[in-house]
C-alpha cells in the first residue's frame, strides 16, 4: 500500500555538520509536512508545502534549518550546522489536499548529534 | 487559534477493559478531527477520522470515537484493550477552510496491564 518514506532512518553525526533527511510522499498527495519530536517539547511542526510550495516555515529555526521540495516526489531538510539541541525524531507527513484533511506519516528519521 | 486538549498524560488499563482516551477542542467551528496512534519507534497512524458525515467514527483495530458538539469533545474509546494497544495516541484537529494544518493534543500514552 501507499505509503511516505524518509531517508536515512537512523543518523548520527558530530556538531557543526551538514545533516539532509529525505521524504517520498505518497503518489498523488500534494500536501507535506516536516514535524521534529522530542521528549520535552513533544510534536513541532517545521514546515508545510502545498503543491511544493513552502506555506509556513515559522516553525523552523531559520538560521540553520532550510526545507525544499526539488519536485513532487521529493522533499528535503537540511539542518548546518547540526547542534546537540537538534537530536530528535524528525517526521514527514503527505496529505492528499482535499477536504478531508488528514495526513500520513513516514517512519521518521531519528537524528543523533554529538 | 484551535487548540486540542488531552485529558491525562498516561492512562492504564487492565486487558480485557474498557479503553477511554479523551480529547476536547477549542473551536467556534466544527473542526475535522483525527486520532492517531504512535507505536514505539514509529510514525504515526491514522487511527479514525471525523469530517462530519457521522458523529460516531469507527476506526482500525475496534477503535471508535463520538463527536460531541455541545461537548466540544472527541474522545476515544474501545470496549476491550488488549495488550497490542500499548501506545500512545494523539487527537489532532484541523479548522478546515483550506488549512492543511493539523494541531495536536500532547498524547496519551496507553498502558495495558495484564
Redesign the interface.
Known amino acids: 500500500d501507499a505509503r511516505?518514506t524518509q531517508t536515512p532512518r537512523h543518523k548520527v553525526t558530530e556538531m557543526g555538520q551538514e545533516v539532509t533527511m529525505r521524504c517520498q510522499p505518497i503518489l498523488g498527495h500534494n500536501?507535506v509536512?516536516w514535524y521534529r519530536q522530542t521528549m520535552m517539547q513533544?510534536?513541532e511542526?517545521l514546515a508545510?508545502f502545498?503543491n511544493r510550495a513552502p506555506l509556513?516555515d515559522s516553525g523552523m529555526p531559520k538560521d540553520r534549518f532550510s526545507a525544499e521540495m526539488p519536485d513532487a516526489t521529493l522533499a528535503t531538510l537540511k539542518i548546518q550546522p547540526s547542534e546537540p539541541r537538534d537530536s530528535a525524531v524528525y517526521?514527514c507527513?503527505s496529505?492528499p489536499?482535499t477536504?478531508?484533511?488528514?495526513?500520513?506519516?513516514?517512519?521518521?528519521t531519528?537524528l543523533t548529534v554529538t | 487559534a484551535q487548540s486540542v486538549t488531552q485529558l491525562g498524560s498516561h492512562v492504564s488499563v487492565s486487558e480485557g477493559a474498557l479503553v477511554l482516551l479523551r480529547c476536547n477542542y477549542s473551536s467556534s467551528v466544527p473542526p475535522y478531527l483525527f486520532w492517531y496512534v504512535q507505536y514505539p519507534n514509529q510514525g504515526l497512524q491514522l487511527l479514525l477520522k471525523y469530517t462530519s458525515a457521522a458523529t460516531l467514527v469507527k476506526g482500525i483495530n475496534g477503535f471508535e470515537a463520538e463527536f460531541k458538539k455541545s461537548e466540544t469533545s472527541f474522545h476515544l474509546t474501545k470496549p476491550s484493550a488488549h495488550m497490542s494497544d500499548a501506545a500512545e495516541y494523539f487527537c489532532a484537529a484541523s479548522s478546515g477552510a483550506g488549512s492543511y494544518q493539523l494541531t495536536f493534543g500532547k498524547g496519551t500514552k496507553l498502558s495495558v496491564i495484564p
Request: hydrophobic residues 35%; neutral net charge; proline residues 4%.
Open positions: 511516505v500536501t509536512f513533544g510534536l511542526l508545510y502545498r509556513d517526521f507527513a496529505g489536499g477536504l478531508t484533511y488528514e495526513q500520513y506519516f513516514g517512519p521518521g531519528r
